[in-house]
């Protein structure tokens, strides 16, 4: 009896993920075998998955670990997606979802909420309970446990400035919890970014009691950005930051606004996003990332930092080279 999904035409080949979706299978955990970072990623491209597992608490988030763990499978944790590329490569690893791991409570040490909530979702909750400082989550498009790994953030706030702890499971299902001092956030970083051992299950969060009307803030928050940026079209928000300087200012000066290589193109409503105009492959969006890079390092000789996570191998295509609109260096 399949709990969703078809099995898995190679087992022999790929015996260990079929081995872990077995036991998903006996544990009550849901897992599907027909899903793809297309359709899972808030830029809408990338291959097929071999198995996506979709724990509802933190308990069938252990068992997913620790299996995949002793099957030694390669894995990777996904909330919304907002800020992966990931190749158009079959992915023969183990996908874990938290899109069902949601809740949001309020106890006496704060807000505490789970990883897979939206932060639409929690601006709602505090705004409903008189709790300010946090209206900035309202307009990103995000979950809590993402925005906690990549410190996500705008209007001058962030997570950093309002995350009291965080509970986490490493690559052997253990459980801990680490003080929001101590998770060494830094701009749209942390302990938790690019260390897929640690996985985020609840974030617990600061209660501050306003006397202000928070949803109005929240609205004005997200009617400006809705004013200045494409969030109708498929990107992954804003896709570079710089240190010191305005990494979308720099995109634009350097005469970058609506330059496209295949389906990916770079906004002209805002150069800090690059969109997925007409069915994009992943190759397409990231040399137009390596463009955007190269151009503003050879005109203004400074650095942008690109907020994407690479998923994936073979990036690297010299074939495609020759598809970027300028001398590539």
């Not at 808030?42 to 670990?65: F, K, M, R, W």
């Not at 970058?256 to 992943?282: M, P, Y």
């Amino acid at each position: 009896m399949r709990n969703g999904g078809i099995v898995l035409k190679n087992i022999v080949k790929h015996s260990k993920i079929y081995e872990v979706e077995v036991a998903l299978i006996r544990q009550g955990i849901e897992s599907r075998t027909d899903r793809s970072f297309c359709k899972m990623t808030t830029i809408g491209c990338g291959g097929d998955i071999a198995l996506v597992a979709y724990p509802s608490n933190i308990e069938q988030l252990q068992i997913v670990l620790s299996t995949v763990h002793k099957c030694d499978v390669p894995y990777l944790v996904l909330g919304r997606g907002s800020n992966v590329l990931a190749s158009e490569q079959f992915f023969w690893g183990v996908m874990i979802s938290t899109c069902k791991m949601v809740g949001i409570e309020s106890t006496s040490d704060g807000i505490l909420v789970e990883a897979g909530t939206s932060t639409v979702s929690v601006a709602r909750y505090l705004a409903q309970h008189n709790c300010g400082g946090a209206e900035f989550l309202y307009s990103l498009p995000a979950t809590i446990g993402g925005a906690a790994v990549m410190n996500a953030g705008c209007f001058g706030g962030d997570m950093a400035q309002i995350v009291l702890a965080v509970q986490y499971i490493d690559d052997k299902g253990i459980l801990h919890e680490v003080e929001g001092k101590d998770c060494n956030f830094v701009y749209r970083g942390s302990m938790f970014k690019n260390n897929a051992r640690l996985t985020i299950v609840q974030v617990l969060l600061k209660r501050q009691i306003v006397d202000y009307d928070i949803m109005h803030k929240c609205r004005a928050m997200y009617d400006t950005k809705r004013n200045t940026q494409p969030l109708a079209q498929k990107s992954f928000g804003c896709a570079f930051y710089g240190e010191g300087f305005a990494a979308s200012q720099l995109i634009d000066l350097s005469g970058l606004k609506g330059c496209q290589i295949g389906g990916a193109k770079i906004s002209e409503k805002h150069a800090g996003f690059v969109i997925n105009v007409d069915k994009a492959k992943s190759q397409d969006i990231y040399l137009l990332l390596t463009h955007i890079k190269n151009a503003v390092r050879q005109k203004f000789r400074c650095d942008l930092h690109t907020e994407v996570c690479l998923v994936g191998t073979r990036w690297e295509n010299n074939n495609d080279i020759g598809r970027l609109p300028y001398t590539y260096t």
